[in-house]
């Protein structure tokens, strides 16, 4: 593999189980590790914090506690501003417009390899380490940087680092990426690490209670208006409590007596209205993307036969990829798929190597 070695490695270190073992795996490999955990939010809120979330004061002193006992240096930096107006301005917008963000995604890229990075290099460090079940390869041939999935297929997280850029990859480890969520469990438990029984942290870290619509409120002062669900010619339903508790493709919460099961088909963001109706009316057979990203390829060039995923964990679907327009593609499936969702990311895999991937605007 023609990537270099870093020896200089910042390990992003979140009090979780996954990123202290990470961390133990590059110092017994001799690599000169420096820990750092980024606080997101204002030291207020972080000081109220669940002991699950990112930057809770439990998740510090648990990171601390692991750094002392592998004996390498410790950080707390505050990233508050940046993940704000990157993640959290991002993800109120995103439901205010009817669409469903991807936070993780964007703080992989602005946050984790973004200014992180910028921290790893002002500390003499090449390298940003994490805990995430990925792989980073290199294709002598094209001469690009490839990620790829990790070898536990459950707990690869390969679809939330689909937005990397090439000089981010180059500078990114993930020292977990061979092993599984059960043997990093092992692991941390064989070697006394202090986060060894810890959680998985919950997928909107910094929505502590998940109640999306008074987070969003309480961020923005925008009020959240209840409105009608309606089915797709218009007739009410019944009514939904705000647009942003809601999102393409769910089933639960919708509180209508119906004969059959309804789902969220769509989003009228103008009318204020959740459209509702049986599974059918969210299966999709095509959908546009923009903002595209490439990493195992410069740029699409011709119609591509691969494999989408179109949220994360789901089941990787045979689709043509093919361009429309300056910065959209157009994916074609072979099957129908149930409720790829606007604002969510769709990613390409060619076998166990992503392709790319970009945003979801439409849906056909």
Known sequence: MAIRKIERVVAAMSGGVDSSVAADLLKRKGRNVIGVTFRMWPKEECGSSSGRSCCSLEAIVRARSVAEKLKIPYYVVDFSEVFKREVIDYFCAEYLKGFTPNPCVVCNEKIKFGKLLEKARSLGALGVATGHYANVGYDKKTGRYLLKQGRDKEKDQSYFLFNLSQEQLKSAIFPLGGLTKEKVRTLARKRKLPAFNTVSSQDICFVRDL?????????????????????????????????????????????????????????????????????????????????????????????????????????????????????????????????????????????????GGGWIKETQ
């Open 211 to 355: 109640d999306y619509a008074e987070y969003i409120k309480k961020k923005t002062g925008v009020e959240i208006r209840p409105g009608d669900i309606v089915d797709k010619a218009g007739k009410v339903l019944g009514r939904h409590k705000g647009i942003p508790f809601y999102t393409i493709g769910q089933r639960r919460g919708l509180g209508i007596a119906h004969k059959e099961p309804l789902y969220v088909t769509g989003i009228d963001i103008a009318k204020n209205r959740v459209i509702a109706g049986p599974k059918e009316e969210v299966m999709r057979k095509s959908l546009v993307a923009g903002r595209m990203n490439w990493i195992s390829i410069d740029r699409l060039k011709e119609p591509i036969r691969v494999k989408a995923m179109i949220r994360y964990n789901s089941k990787k679907a045979a689709c043509v990829v093919d361009r429309q327009g300056k910065d959209s593609v157009r994916v074609d499936f072979d099957e129908p798929q149930a409720a790829p969702t606007p604002g969510q990311a769709v990613v390409f895999y060619d076998r166990d190597v992503v392709v």
